[in-house]
């Protein structure tokens, strides 16, 4: 028995030193040594941690205003999950979301993310005059067979007294391009229901655009890291003016992600851009300081 518990945990050692190899670019020899060692440590306890957090209540959601460039109102806002570990502190979705995709519990807390948002919604909604929507990040497992119900989805939010209207989900460009008939079904789902979709982290991924049409996005969000150098007589303005021009021809509306600046704002507005979201307007706030805010910017008191 001690033998083949030996053999076994070789296996998964050597197991970790290819994907190093993988990660490297393949082609090259990797040793499993005690880093390796103790990063499998730390992720097989961050993960089993993880099982446990959406019932010992340790996520929380915080809201980015996304702010309508036209008229400067704010009429959406970006859930963004927090995972907040006893001993650890806060944990960036960057680190545990991919965790919880390999480890098969995405679609828990997506669903724990969905009905949080929604329920954050009803109470914006009550001091709102017209139709406010959360967008929500949607990881591409939640599009499989056993992901995400729909209609259950869609129940939870009649008894808040929403619709599908008040909703927007991210997804990411991979999940379009592999168009299984689990995504293809979702999508068509959300859509009967007048869910908004949005393609996150916009010109990072692949570059194929006929998927654009075929599911009929809504929304367009140029990832940060063509806003963050953008500089009067740059490429990336160049870039960003071809990705609106594109998109709206396509009657697809458009948010820039990671507005850090007033000069940044200014070209994405020049250019007609739609809507903006970035530290520049304000960081993701928690629930309260959230409505705070909402209710501040509706007054006038914080416009840039
Ligand atoms: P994302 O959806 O692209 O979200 C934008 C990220 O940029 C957020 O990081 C936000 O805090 C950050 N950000 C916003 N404005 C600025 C800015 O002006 N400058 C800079 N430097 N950063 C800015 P965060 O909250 O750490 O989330 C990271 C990623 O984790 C998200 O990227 C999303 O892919 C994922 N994520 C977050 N919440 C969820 C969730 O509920 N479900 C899933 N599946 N993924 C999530
Ligand atoms: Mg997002
Ligand atoms: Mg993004």
Not at 59 to 84: C, G, M, S, V
Not at 280 to 285: A, D, E, Q
Request: net charge negative; aromatic share 10%.
């Amino acid at each position: 028995m001690a033998t083949f518990r030996g053999e076994h945990q070789l296996i998964i050692n050597s197991d970790q030193a290819m994907y190093a190899s993988k990660k490297k670019g393949r082609n090259c020899h990797s040793y499993f040594d005690k880093k390796m060692f103790e990063e499998t440590q730390y992720k097989c306890k961050l993960t089993s941690d993880l099982r446990q957090a959406v019932s010992k209540d340790q996520f929380t959601l915080h809201y980015q205003p996304i702010i309508d460039l036209k008229n400067k109102t704010i009429t959406k806002a970006e859930a963004l999950i927090r995972w907040n570990h006893p001993e650890r502190g806060l944990v960036s979705p960057l680190e545990f979301i991919p965790l919880a995709e390999e480890a098969g519990i995405i679609n828990g807390i997506g669903d724990w993310v969905f009905k949080s948002a929604i329920d954050h919604t009803a109470k914006i909604q009550e001091r709102s005059e017209q139709n406010f929507q959360m967008t929500i990040n949607t990881s591409p497992v939640q599009y499989t067979k056993n992901g995400m119900d729909v209609p259950s989805w869609f129940d939870y939010l009649s008894t808040r007294g929403l619709s599908g209207e008040n909703i927007i989900v991210e997804i990411t460009e991979g999940v379009l391009m592999e168009a299984r008939e689990s995504v293809v079904k979702r999508l068509f789902q959300l859509r009967d229901l007048k869910v908004g979709v949005a393609i996150d982290d916009f010109g990072t991924g692949y570059s194929s655009l006929s998927y654009l049409k075929k599911f009929d996005i809504d929304y367009l969000k140029i990832d940060q890291s063509f806003v963050k150098n953008l500089k009067l007589g740059s490429d990336d303005v160049v870039l960003i003016q071809a990705i609106i021009v594109m998109a709206h021809q396509l009657g697809i509306k458009v948010v820039a992600e990671g507005i850090e600046t007033k000069a940044q704002m200014d070209i994405l507005i020049a250019n007609g851009c739609d809507y903006g979201q970035g530290y520049y307007f304000s960081k993701p706030l928690d629930g309260a300081k959230f409505l705070d805010f909402y209710e501040s910017w509706d007054k006038g008191l914080l416009h840039t």
